[in-house]
């Protein structure tokens, strides 16, 4: 007797799901499509959701809202395919590098052109450089954004600070290097 209610309340659960799919699949294909490229990538993310979706719905903890549920999942998955095609690890230069160039930073951020899931990778990476930014002590800041996005050089910022062009050479180094710590963890968290 205990088999029946069971077996009643597994066909519920399939019929929910195929109900939120059916609802669901025409919009979260489109913004999956908007986002993606290349319609072969779009079609395996979607179907790759909603094989996600069936396992998370058969697990006993139930999904409160299942279309928040879909959508958050569909954009993991474009970032993780986004990641697999433009391996954007910020820890490949050689020391080297660093010391010809003055210690770049090197953000390998998207091209615009690259399609909608590389802006929206490029998006998010800009709003944590910004933030990242932000965090960053005055002086290293001031140093950063000069070098880097005023195009000062170090003996012009040298002779406007007053300050030694070694110094700034370090301060430049410490604020490369905390972006870049920072904005690893924003590469890896492209994955939630």
């Not at 395996?44 to 058969?58: G, N, P, S």
């Not at 002590?137 to 003996?155: L, M, Y």
Request: some cysteine; glycine content about 4%.
């Amino acid at each position: 007797m205990d088999a029946l209610p069971n077996s009643h309340l597994m066909a519920d659960t399939e019929k929910e799901i195929a109900a939120t799919v059916l609802r669901e699949s025409l919009r979260l294909g489109n913004f999956i499509r908007r986002r993606v490229r290349d319609p072969t990538d779009a079609e395996d993310i979607l179907q790759d959701v909603f094989h996600e979706f069936v396992e998370a719905c058969r697990l006993p903890a139930p999904i409160e809202h299942a279309s928040a549920w879909l959508y958050q999942v569909a954009r993991n998955r474009i970032v993780d395919r986004f990641r697999k095609k433009r391996e954007l690890a910020l820890d490949g230069l050689s020391q080297s590098d660093e010391e010809e160039d003055g210690l770049r930073l090197d953000l390998a951020l998207p091209s615009t052109e690259d399609g909608p899931e590389a802006a929206y990778a490029r998006s998010i990476l800009l709003k944590a450089l910004e933030e990242a930014l932000g965090e960053l002590p005055e002086k290293q800041r001031e140093v950063f954004i000069g070098h880097e996005i005023d195009g000062q050089s170090f003996k012009e910022m040298s002779a406007q600070l007053g300050v030694g062009v070694n110094t700034l050479l370090a301060r430049k180094r410490y604020a490369v290097l905390k972006l870049r710590e920072r904005l690893q963890t924003v590469y890896d968290e492209l994955e939630f």
